[in-house]
């Protein structure tokens, strides 16, 4: 058993992976507060909205503490520099989730909801959703790494359908948005770089299980 393993084996209540655990768990409810944030704006339920959003704001910052006490802990340890660069990734690819959330947040904050057009409210749901099923999933497969591997890629390449889906939607949601001659330019492009912030949150979740497994196929 590699050095990285047998480090996850007998260290499971070391500070850093106390500090893994709670980033991935900050970053769940991150996305689970955007799919609500996201539900509340196309309603005009303005300050259900707000409230998400701050909970959000709130919750990246401590996402953010969190990677950087993760690297910290990690730099003073007794795993091999490879194993922990391995580890580095793995949690900067997780917290880009967490990062592109919040961006997502920004842009809802400034959207007019009143004059997008309901098909593109419906394709933000769709795509909030869509985000979900791969943010849990990436949990499932972080949480399997040591002791059910198999199962970790099993749930990788879950990920990795769910990803496609939100591809599909995305790309639908553009052809509705192309239609919409009438819509402001300025909604046009706030609304599009919504789709792509959490497009990009969902290839966010893909690229962490890539680095997955790198880990379980090299270790």
Not at 38 to 57: G, L, P, W, Y
């Amino acid at each position: 058993m590699s050095e990285l393993l047998n480090w996850f084996k007998r260290r499971r209540e070391t500070r850093a992976l106390n500090t893994m655990r709670r980033h991935l768990t900050t970053t769940m409810l991150i996305v689970g507060d955007l799919e609500k944030a996201v539900e509340a704006a196309v309603s005009n339920k303005t300050n259900e909205t707000k409230s998400f959003v701050d909970s959000i704001a709130r919750a990246e910052k401590e996402a953010d503490t969190l990677r950087r006490s993760f690297m910290d802990e990690l730099s003073q340890g007794e795993l091999p520099p490879a194993d922990r660069e391995d580890l580095m990734h793995l949690m900067k690819r997780v917290d880009m989730v967490a990062d592109w959330c919040r961006e997502a947040t920004r842009l809802l904050n400034v959207i007019h909801m009143e004059e997008v057009p309901q098909s593109l409210k419906k394709a933000f749901i769709e795509m909030a959703g869509g985000l979900k099923e791969c943010a849990l999933s990436l949990r499932r497969s972080i949480n399997k790494i040591v002791d059910k591997p198999e199962e970790a890629l099993k749930a990788a390449d879950e990920v990795e359908r769910q990803e496609e889906k939100v591809d599909d939607l995305h790309e639908n949601a553009r052809r509705l948005l192309a239609k919409e001659a009438k819509l402001r330019a300025g909604i046009a492009i706030l609304t599009s770089q919504l789709f792509e912030a959490i497009e990009t949150a969902a290839d966010s979740c893909e690229d962490a299980c890539d680095q997955i497994r790198i880990i379980i196929v090299r270790h």
